[in-house]
């Protein structure tokens, strides 16, 4: 009697691009989840490059976009095809991996090793290496939006104005947890950023305001904080935050709420959503760009929600 055939599985290739230089690197964060590839009998293959612009460049060797060379060499062969990258750093880790996945259609998971860790609170709701371990190695994922602003990808979100400046106070300072701490330093910080006059366009719908905060956002999560809680990951939209910069928004209050994710938007900080969104003018401006920060180079910022969608396991 003839036995039936078993499908065989396809055995997983996990790519892991480490940023040693990450505020909150762990090497025993690493190796956990290498531990744990081996015990699924799962294959793996790990970089540590040195720079961000090394990080990019290798993950494209990785999948075959750009030619391996003695510093940048091809991943490990006998791994087999690679099926997933693995960004193990903070959000700026993860859009330079990321940017490559999407374009390649692979999938790509985040091990939160940042400070904030904004894209992994959103995706995996508890940030830390043994949440963010069982969701990389479950095989399921889901598709997220990725949108462009100067001329730069992002999956997470951009933000001028109050958020620049809390990311820089954050760089070299801790991270508050409870909703006191926020209030304090939301309130300082929102105290000392320079009202400009802007001109903002929301698809059809253009307005002028002199906002503390001028927030974009895919995923909830910025700067640790909840801005846009209801935020849908793929529903091709795009959610601003702003204030009028009438003073009338109390900062204060809304860092209380906002943390408790209790916030309602209404007339002092209003949440919008569309498809296409300019600001103007932004030349020589903070921007916030999924953890990094540059500075805008245009007169007019446009951002626009990418055709391309982004596979994450989790």
């Known amino acids: 009697m003839a036995r039936p055939r078993q499908q065989r599985t396809r055995r997983q290739h996990y790519v892991l691009m480490v940023n040693q230089s990450a505020s909150c690197y762990q090497e025993k964060a690493v190796q956990g989840l290498i531990n744990e590839i081996k015990r699924r009998n799962g294959s793996y293959t790990v970089y540590e490059p040195e720079t961000a612009l090394e990080l990019l460049k290798q993950t494209e060797v990785v999948v075959g976009k750009r030619r ?21 750093g903070g959000d700026g880790t993860f859009n330079l991996v990321a940017r490559v ?28 290496i043994e949440t963010a371990t069982k969701r990389i190695l479950t095989g399921s994922y889901k598709v997220i939006d990725c949108a462009v602003a100067a001329d730069q990808p992002f999956f997470g979100s951009i933000g001028i104005g109050l958020v620049p400046e809390l990311a820089e106070q954050l760089q070299g300072g801790q991270v508050p947890r409870f909703g006191i701490g926020w209030s304090r330093l939301v309130s300082r910080v929102a105290a000392g950023v320079e009202l400009k006059k802007t001109v903002v366009k929301v698809d059809s719908f253009r307005f002028e305001i002199r906002p503390i905060i001028l927030n974009i956002n895919l995923l909830p999560y910025s700067v640790g904080l909840p801005l846009s809680p209801a935020s849908i990951a793929d529903d091709g939209l795009l959610e601003i935050i702003f204030d009028q910069g ?48 540059i500075k805008i180079p245009m007169e007019t910022l446009e951002i626009r929600i990418s055709p391309k969608k982004l596979s994450v396991l989790c």
């Open 68 to 88: 391996s060379s003695r510093d940048l060499p091809a991943p490990y062969s006998r791994g087999g095809a690679v099926t997933a990258l693995v960004a193990c």
């Open 246 to 293: 009438d003073h009338k928004a109390s900062f204060s209050a809304y860092a209380r709420a906002i943390h408790k994710k209790k916030y309602l938007y209404g007339d002092d900080i209003r949440l919008y959503r569309g498809t296409v969104i300019s600001c103007q003018p932004m030349d020589g401006q903070m921007l916030y760009l999924d953890g990094e920060l």
């Open 101 to 128: 996945a999407m374009v390649m259609d692979l999938p790509v998971a985040c091990l939160p090793l940042g400070k904030t860790n904004n894209i992994a609170r959103s995706l995996y709701e508890k940030p830390n």
